[in-house]
Every structure is written in structure tokens, then in C-alpha cells.
């Protein structure tokens, strides 16, 4: 139920985004446990609002406010531990100043599904047989990230970050799994904007 | 639908397949980590040393619910330079504990299910290397291998069995508190013959001369009191350094976060085990363990004192059994003596 609830969110939110909005840009991101537990992740930003906020008295500052919804897939290595692979849509609240830095805060809901490497089972026989192993999972996440909109100063229209989050999956004893996992990446604006 | 495409190619080129008869080459130096599927368990375990020995001593973790793998991954014991040179050592994180990972019942940890898991997996090592299986198990896990022996009287796959620094009582026994009466007292004449503490050790025996047992809370409190501030200082666990965590972080095949920030999960598995191991008087069934058997533990081990271990030799039946102390040695007898250990382990086992 938990696995068809995730799918279906997951769907939703990407066939809205695909049919609504156009992708405003497209990021690519080392995504991983530690350095040692490697992974990729991609996604595809739609902006669905943005606005300009309150200048800040002391320096004049305009910060530049958005929400996005990006559609994301991706997968990380732990060698001996497991392989996960994701579709992860997110949504987050960013802000950013007029010398391009950003900084964002977001949750994700998707879904997961792992694989456990070298699985062997014996049958009744005393025969060992090798088999594939899982979990299916509904995944969640929460993150903040930091980085710079190139674009600002360098006239490259892209952008890097670094993004620590928590991810939480279920259903696992005896409720969740929690993973932390480092994402840095960078960000390539499919169109012309803030 | 192009994002379903990419899962599906993902996943299929992950998936299908099969056990190839090189998996399980035995070799001098085999360091290999697998995953065994007990119904819809998944045991992880890891096979270091000396595969082309033939012996793979099945190591049965204590705690409850101490992590073994990564016990493995930073050499806790100091055996990847010995034992395993001379045999194979598999080190398996006991079920729920460790390196788990899925969904599963609390309901499904017991004493029972850990032993059936323990029979799975020498069932499995024995066949996957064609190999001859010692079973040793250090303190829960040397009680662990007494309910083994007695489950499998006859089918068990070892055909040796170590404990080391293993009870045969659990907390609610009263025989227990005898045991460990006798083990302070006894200790007490002995550190005052090699003038040790004397002035301490004087005050625990006029402490004991009051109490001909040991009953009450209070009196439980202060005999630990008196351990902690006359023995364990003196044989304490290995204490790990920074590089331990920093291999275990980076190297170990623990999900970090699960296999440590989540002590509160280990406590539910480890209360109900205490309280199933408890609920089974093993002490009244020793006579029925006659397996092959070596029993180990230090003469300074306050869990499992030479009294209690001297009564675990006497009522088992077997006609082939050991008994070593190990002085100078307290409950973690492997780290504190070496090279005595690992001299007991290799005379037994050749």
C-alpha cells in the first residue's frame, strides 16, 4: 500500500510538472552516504513560483525568492551493505542574494528499492543456491543546501551546491531506516531568468 | 515513462544472478562477505583466514546484541594476525542486530530463532567450504552455544565447541550470586597472598563475613562497587582509538546511522533475549550437553568466574571436555592473555 501511495505521488507530481511547466534547469550531483558508499543523482528543477523579497535594510540587498519542484532519480553503491535506487520528486524554498548565493531548505517523498549483494540460500537438500534480495521502500527526506549561482558574477549559466540531508525510509524494523547521505552538485539553467 | 524506463534498465543491470562454484574457493587468505537467507532473514557473514585450513571456527558474538562485524572490521580481538592464520573465522551479526536491514518482528527474536540461525549458517559454512566447524562463543554467546548443543544433541553440524568466558546462569538465578560470592571472596585471599590492595581486600572480606549470601539490591550494588573499584579497573575492555571509528565509518558494511544511533532498537532485542535466556533454567539441563567441549574464562572474569565455569565443567556430561583458566585474565580473556588463548584454541582444535 505504502510502495503504491509512494509510486503514485511520485507519478502525480512528475506528470503535473512535466505537462504544467517547462524544466528551468537540470542538475547533476555526486550523491552519497559517505565518500566511500558512492552514487549520481539527476534531476529536473520547475520553477513553479518566484518573487522578490524584502530588501534588508543595513545593505539594500534584494533576495530573490522561489519555490521548485524538481523530479529526481538516482542510485548509491554501499559495496557490501546495498545498492539503493530512487525517484525522489522534491520541493523546496529557496532564497537568493544579489551576489548569487543560495540557500535552500526542501522535503522529498519517493520511493526506494535496495539490493543486497550476495545473497546465498540453502534448500532442503543441502544445495546452496545464489538469489536476489530487496526492500522495497517508501523514501522521505529533508535537507538544507548551500551554494552559488554562477550565472550572477561569471556569466555561466550554472550553478553549484552542497546538499546534507536525512533520508528516512519505511517500512523497516521497527519502523524506518535513517540514512544520511551528502549530495554536491551542480545546477544548469535551461532558461534564461534569476 | 522515460523516468520508468531508466529504473527498469537500472535495475535489471543489477539483478539476475547465479551462484557460480568459484564463489566459495577456499584459500589462505578468504575475506568474503555474503549474505544467508534464513525463511525471510538475511544473516550477514563474513569469512576471513585460513579457508584452506579446512576449520572454520563459527564465531557467536555476546552482548547481547554487540555488533560483529565491525568487531571484524577493526580486528577487535587481534585474531586476523593469529587465529586467522591458522584457520577461518566467520563473524555474522546476530539477527536484528548489527548490519540488519529489512522488515521484521520483534516476535522473531528469541533464543530459539538464534539458535536455528546458528545451525543455518555452520550448516552452510560446512557445505559451502567443505569445512569442519567449530562453534565458540564469547559470553552470551558461549550460553548461546550451550542451548545450541543442547538443541542439536546429535545433528549439530561442529563437531567442537569452545566457550569462552560463557555463564551458566542468567540474572535470575540465585546460584549465580553464589558464584560470584565465592568469586570475591576467593579473589579477595588471593590478591591479599600477592599483597595487592591489601586494605581494600580486607574490608571485602570482613564485608562478605556479614553476609553469607548475597540477596538484597543493595548488596548486589556493592559487590559490583567492590569489582569495579578492585578488578575490572585491572582487566577492562579494549578501548578503541579514533582510526577504529574512522574504518568503521568509511570501510565497515554497517549503514552507520542504523548500526549506531539507534541503541534503543538493540535494547528491545537485548531485554528480550536476557528474558528468554532467563526463562530457561540451563543449569539443571548442563548434564545433557555431551559434545566435545572447551570451557575458557579468566581467572579475574566477574560475568563468568572461574566458581561458575568450574560448575559448568563438573555437570556436563561429556566424556571429552576442557577446562582452562586463564590467569591474569578477566572477561575479555581473548584480549587480556593473547597468546595463552591462542595457544588453548589451536592445541584444542588440531
Same mark, same amino acid.
Given at each position: 500500500?505504502?510502495?503504491?501511495?509512494?509510486?503514485?505521488?511520485?507519478?502525480?507530481?512528475?506528470?503535473?510538472?512535466?505537462?504544467?511547466?517547462?524544466?528551468?534547469?537540470?542538475?547533476?550531483?555526486?550523491?552519497?552516504?559517505?565518500?566511500?558508499?558512492?552514487?549520481?543523482?539527476?534531476?529536473?528543477?520547475?520553477?513553479?513560483?518566484?518573487?522578490?523579497?524584502?530588501?534588508?535594510?543595513?545593505?539594500?540587498?534584494?533576495?530573490?525568492?522561489?519555490?521548485?519542484?524538481?523530479?529526481?532519480?538516482?542510485?548509491?553503491?554501499?559495496?557490501?551493505?546495498?545498492?539503493?535506487?530512487?525517484?525522489?520528486?522534491?520541493?523546496?524554498?529557496?532564497?537568493?542574494?544579489?551576489?548569487?548565493?543560495?540557500?535552500?531548505?526542501?522535503?522529498?517523498?519517493?520511493?526506494?528499492?535496495?539490493?543486497?549483494?550476495?545473497?546465498?540460500?540453502?534448500?532442503?537438500?543441502?544445495?546452496?543456491?545464489?538469489?536476489?534480495?530487496?526492500?522495497?521502500?517508501?523514501?522521505?527526506?529533508?535537507?538544507?543546501?548551500?551554494?552559488?549561482?554562477?550565472?550572477?558574477?561569471?556569466?555561466?549559466?550554472?550553478?553549484?551546491?552542497?546538499?546534507?540531508?536525512?533520508?528516512?525510509?519505511?517500512?523497516?524494523?521497527?519502523?524506518?531506516?535513517?540514512?544520511?547521505?551528502?549530495?554536491?552538485?551542480?545546477?544548469?539553467?535551461?532558461?534564461?531568468?534569476? | 515513462?522515460?523516468?520508468?524506463?531508466?529504473?527498469?534498465?537500472?535495475?535489471?543491470?543489477?539483478?539476475?544472478?547465479?551462484?557460480?562454484?568459484?564463489?566459495?574457493?577456499?584459500?589462505?587468505?578468504?575475506?568474503?562477505?555474503?549474505?544467508?537467507?534464513?525463511?525471510?532473514?538475511?544473516?550477514?557473514?563474513?569469512?576471513?583466514?585460513?579457508?584452506?585450513?579446512?576449520?572454520?571456527?563459527?564465531?557467536?558474538?555476546?552482548?547481547?546484541?554487540?555488533?560483529?562485524?565491525?568487531?571484524?572490521?577493526?580486528?577487535?580481538?587481534? &585474531?586476523?594476525? =593469529?587465529?586467522? /592464520?591458522?584457520?577461518? $573465522? %566467520?563473524?555474522?551479526? +546476530?539477527?536484528?542486530?548489527?548490519?540488519? !536491514?529489512?522488515?521484521?518482528?520483534?516476535?522473531?527474536?528469541?533464543?530459539?530463532?538464534?539458535?536455528?540461525?546458528?545451525?543455518?549458517?555452520?550448516?552452510?559454512?560446512?557445505?559451502?567450504?567443505?569445512?569442519?566447524?567449530?562453534?565458540?562463543?564469547?559470553?552470551?554467546?558461549?550460553?548461546?552455544?550451550?542451548?545450541?548443543?543442547?538443541?542439536?544433541?546429535?545433528?549439530?553440524?561442529?563437531?567442537?565447541?569452545?566457550?569462552?568466558?560463557?555463564?551458566?546462569?542468567?540474572?535470575?538465578?540465585?546460584?549465580?550470586?553464589?558464584?560470584?560470592?565465592?568469586?570475591?571472596?576467593?579473589?579477595?585471599?588471593?590478591?591479599?597472598?600477592?599483597?595487592?590492595?591489601?586494605?581494600?581486600?580486607?574490608?571485602?572480606?570482613? &564485608?562478605?563475613? =556479614?553476609?553469607? /549470601?548475597?540477596?538484597? $539490591? %543493595?548488596?548486589?550494588? +556493592?559487590?559490583?562497587?567492590?569489582?569495579? !573499584?578492585?578488578?575490572?579497573?585491572?582487566?577492562?575492555?579494549?578501548?578503541?582509538?579514533?582510526?577504529?571509528?574512522?574504518?568503521?565509518?568509511?570501510?565497515?558494511?554497517?549503514?552507520?546511522?542504523?548500526?549506531?544511533?539507534?541503541?534503543?532498537?538493540?535494547?528491545?532485542?537485548?531485554?528480550?533475549?536476557?528474558?528468554?535466556?532467563?526463562?530457561?533454567?540451563?543449569?539443571?539441563?548442563?548434564?545433557?550437553?555431551?559434545?566435545?567441549?572447551?570451557?575458557?574464562?579468566?581467572?579475574?572474569?566477574?560475568?563468568?568466574?572461574?566458581?561458575?565455569?568450574?560448575?559448568?565443567?563438573?555437570?556436563?556430561?561429556?566424556?571429552?571436555?576442557?577446562?582452562?583458566?586463564?590467569?591474569?585474565?578477566?572477561?575479555?580473556?581473548?584480549?587480556?592473555?593473547?597468546?595463552?588463548?591462542?595457544?588453548?584454541?589451536?592445541?584444542?582444535?588440531?
Amino acid at each position: 500500500m505504502q510502495y503504491l501511495t509512494a509510486l503514485l505521488i511520485l507519478i502525480t507530481t512528475t506528470e503535473i510538472s512535466a505537462q504544467i511547466k517547462k524544466p528551468t534547469a537540470i542538475s547533476v550531483s555526486y550523491f552519497g552516504e559517505t565518500i566511500t558508499h558512492p552514487g549520481l543523482k539527476i534531476g529536473l528543477d520547475y520553477e513553479l513560483k518566484s518573487w522578490d523579497g524584502n530588501k534588508k535594510k543595513s545593505t539594500q540587498q534584494t533576495i530573490s525568492k522561489s519555490i521548485i519542484l524538481s523530479s529526481n532519480i538516482g542510485f548509491y553503491f554501499h559495496q557490501d551493505y546495498q545498492t539503493g535506487v530512487f525517484a525522489l520528486p522534491e520541493l523546496r524554498y529557496s532564497r537568493k542574494n544579489q551576489k548569487g548565493n543560495f540557500r535552500s531548505v526542501g522535503l522529498g517523498v519517493g520511493y526506494m528499492r535496495t539490493f543486497i549483494p550476495n545473497v546465498y540460500e540453502v534448500n532442503t537438500a543441502n544445495e546452496i543456491k545464489r538469489t536476489t534480495e530487496g526492500n522495497n521502500y517508501f523514501l522521505t527526506t529533508c535537507f538544507v543546501a548551500f551554494g552559488k549561482d554562477l550565472s550572477v558574477k561569471y556569466s555561466i549559466p550554472m550553478g553549484v551546491y552542497i546538499k546534507p540531508q536525512i533520508m528516512y525510509a519505511l517500512p523497516n524494523y521497527p519502523n524506518g531506516v535513517t540514512y544520511f547521505a551528502l549530495e554536491i552538485g551542480i545546477n544548469y539553467k535551461l532558461t534564461s531568468g534569476k | 515513462m522515460k523516468i520508468n524506463f531508466i529504473i527498469t534498465l537500472l535495475l535489471s543491470s543489477i539483478v539476475f544472478t547465479s551462484c557460480k562454484e568459484e564463489d566459495f574457493l577456499t584459500s589462505p587468505s578468504t575475506d568474503e562477505l555474503f549474505h544467508l537467507k534464513n525463511e525471510e532473514y538475511l544473516i550477514p557473514i563474513r569469512v576471513r583466514g585460513n579457508t584452506a585450513s579446512g576449520k572454520i571456527i563459527l564465531f557467536v558474538q555476546g552482548g547481547p546484541g554487540s555488533n560483529t562485524l565491525d568487531f571484524a572490521e577493526i580486528d577487535y580481538p587481534g &585474531w586476523k594476525k =593469529t587465529l586467522e /592464520k591458522e584457520y577461518a $573465522v %566467520a563473524y555474522y551479526d +546476530q539477527r536484528g542486530t548489527g548490519n540488519r !536491514q529489512g522488515n521484521f518482528k520483534l516476535e522473531q527474536i528469541s533464543v530459539k530463532t538464534y539458535v536455528d540461525d546458528l545451525h543455518h549458517i555452520a550448516s552452510f559454512l560446512s557445505t559451502a567450504y567443505n569445512a569442519e566447524i567449530i562453534m565458540m562463543g564469547h559470553s552470551f554467546g558461549g550460553r548461546l552455544t550451550y542451548r545450541y548443543m543442547l538443541a542439536h544433541p546429535t545433528d549439530g553440524i561442529p563437531n567442537k565447541y569452545i566457550s569462552v568466558n560463557g555463564p551458566g546462569t542468567s540474572d535470575g538465578d540465585t546460584l549465580r550470586w553464589e558464584f560470584r560470592r565465592g568469586f570475591l571472596r576467593n579473589t579477595a585471599i588471593l590478591e591479599i597472598s600477592k599483597d595487592k590492595n591489601v586494605e581494600e581486600w580486607d574490608g571485602v572480606l570482613s &564485608w562478605l563475613s =556479614t553476609r553469607p /549470601k548475597i540477596e538484597t $539490591v %543493595a548488596d548486589k550494588i +556493592q559487590w559490583n562497587h567492590y569489582i569495579d !573499584q578492585l578488578v575490572y579497573k585491572y582487566y577492562s575492555e579494549k578501548s578503541l582509538s579514533f582510526k577504529n571509528y574512522f574504518n568503521v565509518l568509511f570501510s565497515s558494511p554497517y549503514n552507520p546511522i542504523t548500526a549506531f544511533l539507534n541503541e534503543g532498537i538493540i535494547d528491545d532485542i537485548r531485554w528480550k533475549l536476557i528474558m528468554d535466556m532467563a526463562s530457561f533454567n540451563l543449569t539443571d539441563k548442563l548434564s545433557g550437553i555431551d559434545q566435545d567441549i572447551l570451557l575458557i574464562t579468566g581467572r579475574y572474569d566477574d560475568v563468568c568466574p572461574p566458581e561458575e565455569m568450574n560448575y559448568v565443567f563438573n555437570n556436563i556430561s561429556s566424556s571429552s571436555k576442557k577446562l582452562e583458566i586463564i590467569e591474569n585474565a578477566g572477561h575479555e580473556s581473548f584480549n587480556h592473555q593473547p597468546e595463552e588463548f591462542m595457544n588453548l584454541i589451536i592445541n584444542y582444535i588440531k
